[in-house]
């Protein structure tokens, strides 16, 4: 189960494809080249295969960072 940020950062750059740098997970989305919503499903999927529990979609739509989609995957 992810339970640190750079565990996060690596499921994103495994399951996404994308070179990630350390810097990008506080950036804005819209900061990171290729990001799209086909990139944010994908995520939202492999981060509810890895938590094993929903992530709140619509909370995850509005984050504008990685780093806010991290939070809400490993908070409860």
Do not use: H
Not at 39 to 55: D, F, N
Request: charged share 35%; proline share 5%.
């Amino acid at each position: 189960m992810m339970q640190t940020v750079d565990e996060f950062a690596r499921l994103v750059r495994e399951e996404l494809g994308i070179p990630l740098a350390d810097e990008d997970i506080a950036a804005d989305l819209d900061r990171i080249p290729e990001w799209d919503s086909l990139y944010l499903l994908k995520l939202v999927t492999a981060l509810e295969r890895s938590t094993g529990r929903p992530l709140p979609v619509g909370r995850v739509l509005e984050a504008r960072s990685l780093e806010e989609i991290y939070r809400l995957a490993v908070e409860r």
